[in-house]
């Protein structure tokens, strides 16, 4: 049977905390609306998945792009440092799984599309921060990986509203799902779906 599976990206103390080193503006808010979404998804027993990153000390693993600035603020997102630790509002729970990027995706170079496919999922709904970077970046390989997508709008943030806004209308151009939290929770236990490839392999199977 397939399921849905419940994605958090990058909500930890370094990129939501006011004045952190990578602070996006807003992600204490965005935090409260993931907490009623995620509390649902736990009482309804949906896999949640929370996705972090890592950097080594030295920065030897940031990105080329994010290297200056990594170095600017001394080092961020480091494992065993209180910065790089998920957001008190969103601690995983036992059985919650995990999964650790050094990209902005959340599937590159991660075992998330392995796992997802072990755990019979065919949907994923993504939280977290930022909208234009790695949940721009997860959900379009999640697309790309023949997921369907839910991206929750008040459960997503970006550093401007605007930045927010044109990258949920390119989402929903390309076909992904955008849900507030309020629909989402009032959708469960069985959240919306296209049914994309059940329709595709109907197709295949009928042109034999």
Partial sequence: MSKTAFLIVDMQNDFCLPGAPFEVKGAMGVASNIRRALEACRQHKL????????????????EITRYDK???VGGALIE?????EIVEELK?????????????????QTELDNLLKRLGVDQVVVT?????????????????????VIVLVD?????????HEANLTDMKNIGVKLMTVDEFVKS???????????RIRKYLEEKK
Avoid at 140 to 146: G, Q, V
Avoid at 188 to 198: A, S, T
């Fill in 128 to 148: 977290g921060v930022q909208t234009p970077n790695c949940i721009r970046g997860t959900v379009w390989d999640a697309n790309s990986l023949d997921y369907e």
């Fill in 92 to 108: 995983p729970l036992a059985g919650e799984y995990l999964v650790c990027k050094r990209r902005w995706s959340a599937f590159f």
């Fill in 70 to 72: 990594f170095m600017q």
């Fill in 188 to 198: 469960l236990p069985n959240p919306p779906k296209d049914g994309f490839m059940e």
């Fill in 80 to 84: 065993g440092t209180k910065g790089g």
């Fill in 47 to 62: 896999p949640v998945v929370h996705v972090f990153r890592y950097y080594r000390p030295d920065g030897s693993d940031v």
């Fill in 155 to 163: 459960g997503t943030g970006a550093n401007t509203t605007e930045v």
